[in-house]
């Protein structure tokens, strides 16, 4: 059984510029939650995607979007990156909303 | 708002120096808590689920526990694998977006 995998591992993009960040999950699981960690702190839920619709969505700007994909592997958009947008971004995968949630290793972004 | 807490920030123990880090919780609509741990520059790691006041898990040298208002992680013995960061966090009515405090640094020393 294969765990949640993110890339890439390490992204290095300048403020305005667009990133997509990718997950695939964990076997069996169709829900796929996202999170932004700064540094120092404890993750922040940025939205949950079952079955490919958006299932609840945290206190970030619509330039952060998403996608779910039939495999239930996902994508997190961000457009127009500002400086405070570097972070570790973390995927998380359950089977439904209301599971345990199992992290990938994160993706390290970084805006210069 | 659903906010959770925990403390203290950061934690140093002697090798087999037992403690506890807390994590408290608003009050109303918890519907699990979770501790996780997380190694640096790794995502975290699941360690308990805890759903009612009472309950308590164990795994190797950690003990998790739940009352109305907080839970605990036990540390017996630790060593110096057991440091890293230990991180709570809550769900809670009406959403299933994991909410979490800012984590306990721990540091053991052999």
């Known amino acids: 059984e294969t765990g949640v995998t993110q890339s890439p591992t390490h992204l290095i993009k300048t403020r305005g510029q667009q990133v997509t960040l990718r997950c695939s999950s964990q076997?069996?699981?169709?829900?796929v939650s996202w999170y932004q960690q700064a540094l120092g702190q404890g993750p922040q839920f940025i939205f949950q995607?079952?079955?490919?619709?958006?299932?609840g969505r945290g206190n970030f700007p619509p330039r952060f979007s998403g996608l779910q994909f039939p495999n239930y592997s996902s994508e997190l958009n961000v457009n127009a990156l500002e400086l405070d947008d570097s972070a570790l971004y973390l995927c998380?995968?359950?089977?439904?909303?209301?599971?345990?949630?199992?992290f990938g290793a994160g993706t390290r972004l970084s805006v210069l | 708002e659903d906010q959770v807490t925990q403390s203290p920030e950061a934690l140093r123990l002697q090798e087999g120096e037992s403690s506890s880090l807390n994590c408290s919780y608003t009050?109303?609509?918890?519907?699990?808590l979770f501790w996780y741990r997380q190694d640096p520059g790794k995502g975290p790691e699941f360690l308990f689920t805890l759903y009612s006041a009472g309950e308590e898990k164990e795994k190797e040298r950690l003990k998790a526990t739940l009352t109305k208002k907080e839970s605990f992680l036990h540390i017996t013995a630790p060593k110096p694998e057991d440091s890293a960061t230990y991180l709570c966090a809550g769900t809670f009515a009406g959403s299933y977006k994991l909410i979490f405090g800012s984590g306990t640094r721990l540091l053991v020393r052999p």
């Open positions: 995607y079952y079955r490919e619709e958006e299932n």
């Open positions: 009050v109303s609509g918890l519907r699990g």
């Open positions: 076997s069996g699981h169709n829900t």
């Open positions: 998380a995968s359950s089977s439904g909303g209301a599971d345990i949630q199992y």
